[in-house]
Each structure stands twice: as C-alpha cells, then as structure tokens.
C-alpha cells in the first residue's frame, strides 16, 4: 500500500511526523509538494521567496534521494493535484500538516472532502509548523489568547511531543511523474545579498547558533550592528527546521540566552493561535480600529521615500536598505521602521506589511500582519500608543554607529553620535554630507498628527 504525504510549510525530513506516520502505516510514500497557482495569485509568490522555496525543494530531494526516494513535484490547484496522485498510486491515506492560515483551513477541509468522496483518508498532523498547536491553550472565556503574558504561562507548561529522527529510507513507486525542480538561478529581482535555503542550510546554521550565539541572546538580541540574533526566521517560516525541534534543543542548551530565545518561539506560536482564531486579522485591525490613516495619495512621496531608505533618518534607512539588499531585516529594526511609518508618517500598517511581504525571505501571514497591528496599535501591543523615537532608539542599538555606517555608505565617514542626527553638521561639513537627504518629517510634528489622529478614532 501507499501513503501520500503531502509536503507545504514543512520541508524537512528531520522530526516530521506526516513523514513518520506514512512510513509506519505504508510499504511506499509519495513525498509530494504541489506548486499552487493561487498562492501567486493571491501575492504571496515574493521572488526571495521563491528562491528560498528553489533551494528547500532541491535539498529536499537531494535529502529524499540519499534514503533511497526523491520529491514528487507537481503544479496546479492543490486539491486536484492531490487527488490525481492518490488516485495514479492508489493511495489510502494523504499525510499533512496543519497550518493555521484561513486559506490553509480552506486547503485542508476541501481537500479532506475531495478525497473522502474517493474512499481515501486525510490525516492532518498537529505541531509540525508549531511547538504548541493553536486552540491547545486557550482562557477561560476565548478561543484564544489576545495578551501575550499569560499565552507565555500557559504554553511554558505544556508538554511537547518527542522530537523525531529523519528516516533512514523512504521507498517512492517508481512511475509517478514528476516535474523538474526549481532553479533559484532563473528567478528575477531577487534581493543581492539574500541567504540560501534548505534543511541542510538549517541544521548547520542551528548547529552553530546552538554551540555559540545563543549564549549572548539575552544581552545581545537588541544591538543592531551586532546581529546576534539567530536568523533562524526563514528556515522557521518554511519548515526546514522543526519548531519543537528547537525548543527542545534550546531547553537542553539552557540559561538566560536560551530561555529568552525559547520565549521568542513563543511569540510564534502566539501570532499562529490569533491568526487560527481570527483569520481575518491578516487584514482587518484586530483590536482597535482605526480609520484616520493618511490617505496613499498625501502620503505617497513619504511611502516611497521610506521604501528606499531615505528619509532622512539614518537608523530607518539602514534598515530599509538592509531589508533591500537582504530581504530580511533585524527585529529591532523592523520594529522602528514600523513604528516611523504608522505612527510617525501615519500610514495605513497594511501599506507597510504588503511591503515586507514583497520582500522578506521568512514574509509571514501571521508573524508579519501581527507584529505590523502590534507596532501599529491595532493588535495585541497591551500600549498601543507607545511611539519608538528613531533618534534615542538609534543611540541605544547602535551606540557606535556601525550598522547605519554600514548600509548608508554616504554617511560613512561620520562617528556616533552625529551620525544618527547628520542634520547637525553646519557648513562645509554638511556640503560633505549632502548626498544624503534631510528629515522628510518632523518628529514632533509627526507626534502631534498621531496624536490628533488617535483622538478622532
Ligand atoms: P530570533 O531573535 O533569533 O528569534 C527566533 C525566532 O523566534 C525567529 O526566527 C522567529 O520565528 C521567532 N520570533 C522572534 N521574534 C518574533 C516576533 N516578534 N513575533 C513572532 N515570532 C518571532 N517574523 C517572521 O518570521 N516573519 C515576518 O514576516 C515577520 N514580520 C515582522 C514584521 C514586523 C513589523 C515586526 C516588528 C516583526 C516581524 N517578525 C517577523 C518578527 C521578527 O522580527 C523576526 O521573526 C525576527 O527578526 C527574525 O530574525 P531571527 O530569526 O534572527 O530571530
């Protein structure tokens, strides 16, 4: 007999119980990863993504074909693609994990009814893309925790599954047709200096955050320019690292690093179980509504000055450009850039959003709708109305001025603290500097625009 299993945001081989279970119950698998139209369709096709995803695929075959199978790639609606596999291998049972996303919900009940109505079986695995799965915590009066403290309580004392192994062989029939991979090489505007992708990728760079950078994580997640955090965020996003995998391995590592690195893995968690809850927080405010935004057309100069990294302020245009040339970004710098555009520019989150979206390699539905409502003041941040001011924030996570020196080339010549604030400089001084631009806005202006804004809401 066959299993189907069918491969989303989880390629890896390592601790993946669809894999497992279709092993256990079948003589054959089909590791299958369907290329769905609608997913472009609907935005989510970001050429740094896709090139990541290029590089997943290929590891997961290479990784497929080392135990004895190889991937099975197919292109067209997820549902039919599905089903024509199941019927060519005559497949029993299709494997998959859940997801938390309204359109993964959609995926899996149509999916599940498409193959019930052929005799076959949908088994939907829990805390394969999660540690601790939305809905298994919940207060006494909701579906959901809206306030992160107490998710963090509830979801410390939880038991995780056991990580598992990596199989050692997977059998795949021989006649099921597969389409060729895809090449990151042919993909076009991808950002320069964008990381590759792959399990193997990911087990190394965990590795190497495990036996070292996690130690400093609690002193150091916060200093820009030291980029001590463990960009594991892509590798989480496509699931080429298992995430209870990682709280295992953090939690046998221990100390204050590892702790504070585990609580991050929470806030993961925590965005996953309000975006299952309320799906259409992707795009409606969560908690607080609010309607005063500035219209695209008043604010569209500032929108694209912020896009490209020069407003003005440094530490924001370091990170745009960091952002750019990466397609990824510090998480301190993605919470200036997106306090600077909401708060201080008073611009709509979602115009921010759809812009990382376009170009972050670990762009996700929740982690990222949900932290732009969280810095926005729509979402769960229990101070909605904390404004981060650019200038200190700067001084305080660049106190050297490394990371502004290093993407803002044209200040490069300058020392903290003058270059957080180039628009000191007097005279010949200023000339030397004035390929770079002046502030597009006044801080205390943009404070008291918030401010009357909020107080029409
Ligand atoms: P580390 O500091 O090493 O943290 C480890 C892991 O914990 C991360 O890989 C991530 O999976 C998780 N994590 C850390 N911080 C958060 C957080 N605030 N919320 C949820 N999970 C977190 N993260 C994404 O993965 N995708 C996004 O699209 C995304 N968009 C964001 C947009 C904004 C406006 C903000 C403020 C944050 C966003 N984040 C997003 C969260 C966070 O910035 C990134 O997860 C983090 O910077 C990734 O780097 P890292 O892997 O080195 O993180």
């Not at 491969?7 to 497992?20: A, E």
């Not at 369709?41 to 970001?46: H, L, P, R, S, Y």
Request: glycine share 8%; net charge neutral.
């Amino acid at each position: 007999n066959v299993s189907v299993v069918l491969f989303t945001s989880d390629l890896r081989l390592y601790d993946h119980p669809p894999l497992r279970a279709a092993l256990d119950d079948a003589r054959q698998v089909v590791p299958l990863f369907v290329r769905d139209p609608a997913v472009a369709a609907a935005g989510f096709a970001a050429p740094n993504r896709l090139a990541f995803l290029a590089d997943c695929l290929r590891d997961l075959d290479a990784g497929l074909r080392a135990r004895g199978g190889r991937l099975v790639v197919r292109s067209g609606d997820v549902v039919d693609e599905v089903c024509r596999v199941a019927a060519e291998t005559d497949a029993d049972v299709v494997h998959m994990a859940a997801d938390a996303s309204a359109y993964a919900h959609r995926r899996e009940a149509r999916l599940r009814r498409a193959l019930e109505a052929a005799g076959r079986r949908l088994h939907v695995h829990d805390a394969v893309t999660t540690a601790v799965p939305p809905g298994e915590v919940t207060p006494a009066a909701s579906d959901h925790f809206a306030v992160f403290t107490p998710y963090f309580r509830r979801w410390s004392g939880q038991r995780l599954r056991d990580t598992l192994g990596a199989p050692r062989t997977v059998g795949v029939p021989d006649d099921v047709g597969s389409e060729e991979l895809p090449v990151r090489a042919e993909l076009p505007e991808l950002s320069p200096g964008l990381a590759p992708g792959g399990e193997s990728e990911g087990r190394k760079r965990l590795a190497s955050w495990l036996r070292g950078g996690v130690n400093a994580y609690e002193d150091r997640h916060d200093d820009l320019a030291g980029d001590a955090t463990s960009r594991l965020s892509p590798h989480l996003h496509f699931g080429t690292l298992s995430p209870v995998e990682l709280v295992h391995r953090a939690r046998q590592a221990g100390g204050p690093g590892a702790d504070a690195f585990v609580r991050q893995l929470a806030w993961r968690d925590f965005h996953r179980q309000v975006l299952a809850a309320r799906p259409d927080a992707a795009t409606r405010d969560y908690r607080t509504r609010h309607d005063h935004w500035r219209s695209e057309r008043a604010a569209r100069a500032d929108v694209e000055a912020w896009r490209e990294g020069r407003t003005g302020y440094p530490v924001i245009d370091a990170a745009m450009r960091q952002l750019l040339h990466e397609g990824w970004m510090h998480n301190r710098a993605r919470l200036l850039t997106a306090s600077f555009l909401t708060k201080t520019l008073y611009v709509d989150w979602r115009v921010g959003a759809r812009h990382f979206l376009e170009l972050l390699v670990d762009g996700d539905l929740a982690n990222n709708q949900l932290n732009w409502q969280w810095v926005a003041g729509t979402g769960t941040d229990t101070r909605p109305n904390r404004v981060l001011n650019p200038i200190a924030q700067a001084k305080r996570h660049d106190p050297d001025g490394a990371y502004v020196r290093r993407w803002v080339p044209e200040l490069a010549g300058l020392d903290a603290p003058l270059v957080h604030e180039p628009w000191k400089l007097r005279g010949s001084d200023r000339v030397a500097y004035d390929a770079y631009p002046d502030p597009i806005v006044d801080l205390a202006e943009g404070l008291a625009r918030f401010k009357r804004a909020r107080g029409h809401d």
